[in-house]
T-cell receptor, first 114, second 111 residues
């Protein structure tokens, strides 16, 4: 069973539309992250979440982004008004509880903004 | 500033050995990670070093020198399925131990 499950795997949307990406981690993780990776570029940190609150966010994570944990298990990343440059893979990751604290990534949600 | 450098692309032959280097300059250090990422897929964890020396895990080994700000990932007995990007990431000591990511090294394996 994967540590983290993401939906949808691929979403195509029109510029200006709202998009919600979902992440379901196994319950024993404490730290969660959203990352973005534009095609061919490096992984970019968006936001981290601990104890049902945002613990840190990057300069990319501006007012058009929001993250919630509506039911105590699922995470959502909302992009309010998508732009062309929001086209990317969005990864949710959970931090392991072992000594290394490695990240377990979901399979990602590919967002295409037209 | 904080920076991680690794080669953009490397090519190696099936069955051979390849070493992918990573140098870093970060605010503090709390461990270095190597991840493998196949095209269109998520990164998967390969190795973790926090103390100087070599960590071996099957065909993959990772080395760390904290004084030099340097690590390498060594892949032995290369297989075609090892064709992927290899990402170096450092956990700093500020910003909630946030990971700082390198741009990744694309490894191409030829028969």
């Amino acid at each position: 069973e994967p540590e983290v499950t993401q939906t949808p795997s691929h979403q195509v949307t029109q510029m200006g539309q709202e998009v919600i990406l979902r992440c379901v981690p196994i319950s024993n993780h404490l730290y969660f992250y959203w990352y973005r990776q534009i095609l061919g570029q490096k992984v970019e940190f968006l936001v981290s979440f601990y104890n049902n609150e945002i613990s840190e966010k990057s300069e990319i994570f501006d007012d058009q982004f929001s993250v919630e944990r509506p039911d105590g298990s699922n995470f959502t990343l909302k992009i309010r008004s998508t732009k062309l440059e929001d086209s990317a893979m969005y990864f949710c990751a959970a931090q392991g509880t072992g000594v290394t604290g490695e990240l377990f990534f979901g399979e990602g949600s590919r967002l295409t903004v037209l | 500033g904080q920076n991680i450098d690794q080669p953009t692309e490397m090519t190696a032959t099936e069955g051979a050995i390849v070493q992918i280097n990573c140098t870093y300059q970060t605010s503090g250090f709390n461990g270095l990670f190597w991840y493998q990422q196949h095209a269109g897929e998520a990164p998967t964890f390969l190795s973790y070093n926090v103390l100087d020396g070599l960590e071996e895990k099957g065909r993959f080994s990772s080395f760390l020198s904290r004084s030099k700000g340097y690590s390498y990932l060594l892949l032995k007995e290369l297989q075609m399925k090892d064709s992927a990007s290899y990402l170096c990431a450092v956990r700093g000591s500020d910003s909630n131990y946030q990971l700082i990511w390198g741009a990744g090294t694309k490894l191409i394996i030829k028969p």
